[in-house]
T-cell receptor, first 111, second 111 residues
């Protein structure tokens, strides 16, 4: 059974720092992996989608990598800003449609 | 604008009074899904639909019903709501190989 773990559960860093959020999964047979952002009491926004055949995806200051053999994905945020404060969720696609969710990392960027 | 629209955003109701939360997407996505989010429990899938007239149970389907009579709509029905169904609910849609799009959420309180 696929399990997804995100470490750390919470992270607080000063503005301007580069940071890495981690996601690990137990079964390397995945379809894709997505990173989402959730602001308090709000919906989820998909940030990046990495297909099983890909190694990384980039969008602006965000870069996500995927290493299926080791069961890991990282989300790299460059030059962090207070507006990046949110909960970041990793979700592993086990079929074309179904996702297994991590518990999230709550990120606080201090001005 | 491509989006998933949920209504209502907030709802307070009494135990046993039937209610429906509507969900509509304008992206012609095949797959739609309902989640509930509770503190400490993360996102849990209630029901999903692979296409019109095709629905299946997720992880926590008890007390909920769904229907998919049209591709764009996927309402969530609570026939007899109970206080343990107080939660934040999200509808989502996707197609093959593309990112999930989530609605803004419905905060339901059952008293």
């Amino acid at each position: 059974k696929q399990e997804v773990t995100q470490i750390p559960a919470a992270l607080s860093v000063p503005e301007g720092e580069n940071l890495v959020l981690n996601c690990s999964f137990t079964d390397s047979a995945i379809y894709n992996l997505q990173w989402f952002r959730q602001d308090p009491g709000k919906g989820l926004t998909s940030l990046l989608l990495i297909q099983s055949s890909q190694r990384e995806q980039t969008s602006g200051r965000l870069n996500a990598s995927l290493d299926k053999s080791s069961g890991r994905s990282t989300l790299y945020i460059a030059a962090s800003q207070p507006g990046d404060s949110a909960t970041y969720l990793c979700a592993v696609g086990i079929s074309n449609y179904q996702l297994i969710w991590g518990a999230g990392t709550k990120l606080i960027i201090k001005p | 604008e491509a989006q998933v629209t949920q209504n209502p955003r907030y709802l307070i109701t009494v135990t046993g009074k039937k209610l429906t939360v509507t969900c509509s997407q304008n992206m012609n996505h095949e797959y739609m899904s309902w989640y509930r989010q509770d503190p400490g429990l993360g996102l849990r899938q209630i029901y999903y639909s692979m296409n019109v007239e095709v629905t299946d149970k997720g992880d926590v389907p008890e007390g909920y019903k769904v229907s998919r009579k049209e591709k764009r709509n996927f309402p969530l029905i609570l026939e007899s709501p109970s206080p343990n169904q107080t939660s934040l609910y999200f509808c989502a849609s996707t197609g093959v190989g593309i990112r999930y799009t989530f609605g803004s959420g419905t905060r339901l309180t059952v008293v």
